[in-house]
């Protein structure tokens, strides 16, 4: 990962991380293979500092009605899943991102 700028957050060595991706950020510019490897070497390193760290994973907020940021939330879904992470699914908390009510936040 270029600058490994994530390294200046684990001088504290956290217990509990949540960790949002920059998904919405890198949507369009990063394919999210290379999203999901950047994801995992963050957490390798995490690792690194303390095995027993208790990792949570969630997406950026929905954007209306996306097509390809979408299809993404949902491959960081499934990675989190297979890879024995916890997923916080706050997509449900919001309005379903293809209505106008999501405008309306």
Same mark, same amino acid.
């Given at each position: ?7 200046? /957050?684990?001088? #504290?060595?956290?217990?509990?991380? *949540? =960790? ?8 369009? +510019? ?5 999203? +999901?490897?950047? *994801?995992?070497?963050? *957490?390798?390193? =995490?690792? /690194?500092? /303390?095995?027993?760290?208790? =990792?949570? =994973?969630?997406?950026?907020?929905? *954007? ?5 940021? &979408? ?6 879904? &499934? ?6 992470? #916890? ?11 293809? #209505? ?6």
């Amino acid at each position: 990962m270029q600058g490994n700028l994530h390294l200046k /957050n684990l001088i #504290t060595k956290p217990d509990v991380v *949540i =960790l949002e991706p920059f998904l919405l950020d890198s949507n369009g +510019l990063i394919i999210i293979d290379h999203s +999901l490897q950047n *994801i995992s070497a963050i *957490i390798e390193d =995490l690792k /690194n500092e /303390n095995l027993d760290v208790f =990792l949570f =994973l969630q997406p950026g907020q929905p *954007i209306h009605k996306a097509i390809y940021y &979408s299809d993404d939330i949902e491959a960081l879904k &499934s990675w989190t899943e297979e890879n024995g992470y #916890t997923y916080i699914d706050n997509w449900t908390s919001w309005p379903d991102y293809q #209505t106008e009510e999501l405008k309306e936040i």
